[in-house]
């Protein structure tokens, strides 16, 4: 499993500079004095090739993904691992080559597709450690022969709870396309997707290690 996850962190290390450069270049041309809110709008052929570049992105992901598993859950655990380690590294090489951003308080543009989510850089990197977390937890599970089995219902309040984590990044994105400067995130409602994703995870992978040591007994 170690070499298994060595090469996943590779890959979204190295993928994370790719979107960093990308990133590095537009900010040249669009905010030569240093980012901040309120946001430029870039030129309308630009937002589109960046709407393509972004849906690509996660392509990619999914791609690598498919590639290495059959089961559609561990093909989940290698796209939210790999995204993770991305999204956190892209920070970390924006940093190096920037100097931006000035702290975790710092807000950003998280992504543009459907809608332009914003926030703080630190809750991107905390749905992405939450990401990354998850994900060992299931492809260790796999590597040590055991089955995770999500039910329906445990995939619908995960997915529910995906959707209250964009929300918490959808609100303040209206400042984007007003060209304000935002000034308070909902982090409650981040909190309260990630302790409910969490929460159902968890007690699935509980009831999945009780059932396996009845049938061991």
Partial sequence: MKRHITWLIFWGVAFGMIEAAVVIYLRQIYYPNGFAFPIIMADFDVAVVELIRELATLVLMW??????YKKIINRIAVFMFVFGVWDIFYYVFLKLFLGWPAGLATWDILF????????PVWAPVLVSIALIYASIRILKAYFDERIITLQRRDWLQILAAGVVIIISFLIPGKHVIDQTIPQHYPWYILVAGLIWGLAVFH??????VDNVTEKGV
């Fill in 63 to 68: 791609s690598l993904a498919a590639l290495l």
């Fill in 112 to 119: 543009l597709l459907p809608y332009p989510w914003v926030g």
């Fill in 203 to 208: 007690n699935r992978l509980n009831r999945q």
